[in-house]
T-cell receptor, first 113, second 112 residues
Framework: DTGVSQDPRHKITKRGQNVTFRCDPISEHNRLYWYRQTLGQGPEFLTYFQNEAQLEKSRLLSDRFSAERPKGSFSTLEIQRTEQGDSAMYLC???????????FGPGTRLTVT | GESVGLHLPTLSVQEGDNSIINCAYSNSASDYFIWYKQESGKGPQFIIDIRSNMDKRQGQRVTVLLNKTVKHLSLQIAATQPGDSAVYFC???????????FGGGTRLMVKP
């Protein structure tokens, strides 16, 4: 257990529905990252927060995706109008500072039917 | 584009032997590298990291070697145990950026 928690661990939804995932980072970490991982591949960066500010977004993050970190602590990732291609493991990571090791949570596995 | 990759998708070793997992990177600006271990159904677990001003770093039973001349990174696991069975990813961070770029992973299988 790295100290990063994610909820839910699994989510099955029908195409077109909205889903929201939550990440609670290690408490003293001010940096929070979202990644997406498909089967057999390494994680791919989606977005990054420093405190409450979202400072970087990948081109993978389409308009249907939105992430927030309102109080600089936990973060949510929402996917609107889900598509089957959104099926993946969504991983959250946190770090103390830039260039330091990122600790990952257990992930939320999303299946879109 | 520039990427981080791995030479071997699957590595099978006998329990007690040493394991070596290799990784090639192409971005000469990369200045920080991490090895992660990922077990089925779990998130990546940090193993060891190394910065570009070093060529070797040792942890408990693990050693990471960095060869900047040929842009090569390796993870050595001593006395491999069944609990080491997992997928191993190398990741790079460059220009003090905020994202990690991961390779495709190597599956390590330890035979008893």
């Amino acid at each position: 257990d790295t100290g990063v928690s994610q909820d839910p661990r699994h989510k099955i939804t029908k195409r077109g529905q909205n889903v929201t995932f939550r990440c609670d980072p290690i408490s003293e970490h001010n940096r929070l990252y979202w990644y997406r991982q498909t089967l057999g591949q390494g994680p791919e960066f989606l977005t990054y927060f420093q405190n409450e500010a979202q400072l970087e977004k990948s081109r993978l993050l389409s308009d249907r995706f939105s992430a927030e970190r309102p109080k600089g602590s936990f973060s949510t990732l929402e996917i609107q109008r889900t598509e089957q291609g959104d099926s993946a493991m969504y991983l959250c990571a946190s770090s103390l500072a830039q260039g330091n090791e990122q600790y990952f949570g257990p992930g939320t596995r999303l299946t879109v039917t | 584009g520039e990427s981080v990759g791995l030479h071997l998708p699957t590595l099978s070793v006998q329990e007690g032997d040493n394991s070596i997992i290799n990784c090639a990177y192409s971005n000469s600006a990369s200045d920080y590298f991490i090895w992660y271990k990922q077990e089925s159904g779990k998130g990546p677990q940090f193993i060891i990291d190394i910065r570009s001003n070093m060529d070797k770093r040792q942890g408990q039973r693990v050693t990471v070697l960095l060869n900047k001349t040929v842009k090569h990174l390796s993870l050595q696991i001593a006395a491999t145990q069944p609990g080491d069975s997992a997928v191993y990813f190398c990741a790079e961070n460059y220009n003090a950026g905020n994202m990690l770029t991961f390779g495709g992973g190597t599956r390590l299988m330890v035979k008893p």
